[in-house]
T-cell receptor, first 114, second 107 residues
């Protein structure tokens, strides 16, 4: 079975540019999570969706960040405009069922904002 | 106080030794607990769930202490390949990760 698929794997762009990260969850999983990981702050939950509906976006750092899940098989995380402090690894994870089930992570997108 | 706290380490342990680390959580309503393993520059991967009665998977044993609100991971007969960062997870709904404990197994 295919796991969580993220794209791109790496992104290098100049500050001020729009960045769009993409995620395809595991088929049949009904929850999707976006995380950001840095050395300083560890793994931070940005937002999560349940059945395509955003449930908790309290982790989204500011209005420059937005996330959508138009259908059960696709989600995007957008940063506009991007800043150097947004540089991090962004992980998408999905989960089937309730919170007693584990999350499964994609390979991540390594984002560098110059 | 952070919802989940771990000793960041690093733990440097000789090959073959037993190593254990704990993770404390603040939300007493938490029902789900997991240990994840993350290798350098890779994604976190599920190592094992943590059940109320404790559970074992080969060389790995996970335990839950609800009274003191911590979970533990014990690794016996450690291997070089066990070197990684170990993340504990708790939270009733959105799974809150600890910052991870870095383990290095020394030949």
């Amino acid at each position: 079975d295919a796991g969580v698929i993220q794209s791109p794997r790496h992104e290098v762009t100049e500050m001020g540019q729009e960045v769009t990260l993409r995620c395809k969850p595991i088929s049949g999983h009904n929850s999707l999570f976006w995380y950001r990981q840095t050395m300083m702050r560890g793994l931070e939950l940005l937002i999560y969706f349940n059945n395509n509906v955003p449930i908790d976006d309290s982790g989204m750092p500011e209005d420059r960040f937005s996330a959508k899940m138009p259908n059960a098989s696709f989600s995007t995380l957008k940063i506009q405009p991007s800043e150097p402090r947004d540089s991090a690894v962004y992980f998408c994870a999905s989960r089937q069922g309730s919170s007693n089930q584990p999350q499964h992570f994609g390979d991540g997108t390594r984002l560098s904002i110059l | 106080r952070k919802e989940v706290e771990q000793d960041p380490g690093p733990f440097n342990v000789p090959e073959g030794a037993t190593v254990a680390f704990n993770c404390t959580y603040s939300n007493s309503a938490s029902q789900s607990f997991f240990w994840y393993r993350q290798d350098c520059r890779k994604e976190p991967k599920l190592l094992m769930s943590v059940y109320s009665s404790g559970n074992e998977d080969g060389r790995f044993t996970a335990q839950l202490n609800r009274a003191s609100q911590y979970i533990s991971l014990l690794i016996r007969d450690s291997k070089l390949s066990d070197s990684a960062t170990y993340l504990c997870v708790s939270n009733p709904e959105k799974l809150t990760f600890g910052t991870g404990t870095r383990l290095t197994i020394i030949p």
